[in-house]
């Protein structure tokens, strides 16, 4: 069974940055057909969208939300896609989940990330 294994969330304060990564457990040359997002689930709420890279990584798109503060990138190689967050504010609280747009896989357990003064 194909895994997504998000890491690399925490405790930040505003203002900080974090950078998320996530591995898919599929052939390189799979992982490379694939557009990947991230997606984010705060409490109570619905997941979102948060970021859309495609399968070359020279195309991004973006929430409003976050358009400016995030990038989103990859690295086919490594079977990887990563989520640079700056300026983290206390609404980007949520547990973050990495996805294939081109083969949706069952979700992850995500990573949590807590934006907390």
């Known amino acids: 069974q194909v895994q997504l294994v998000e890491s690399g969330g925490g405790l930040v304060q505003p203002g900080d940055s974090l950078t998320l990564s996530c591995v898919v457990s599929?052939?390189?040359?799979?992982?490379?057909?694939?557009?990947m997002s991230w997606y984010r689930q705060a409490p109570g709420q619905e997941r979102e969208l948060v970021a859309t890279?495609?399968?070359?990584?020279?195309?991004?798109n973006y929430a409003p939300s976050v358009k400016g503060r995030f990038t989103i990138s990859r690295s086919n190689g490594k079977k990887s896609v990563y989520l640079q967050m700056n300026s983290l504010k206390p609404e980007d609280t949520a547990i973050y989940f990495c996805?294939?747009?081109?083969?949706?896989?069952?979700w992850g357990q995500g990573t949590q990330v807590t934006v907390s003064a």
């Open positions: 890279i495609n399968k070359a990584g020279d195309s991004t």
């Open positions: 599929v052939p390189v040359l799979v992982f490379s057909t694939y557009s």
């Open positions: 996805n294939s747009e081109t083969r949706p896989r069952p």
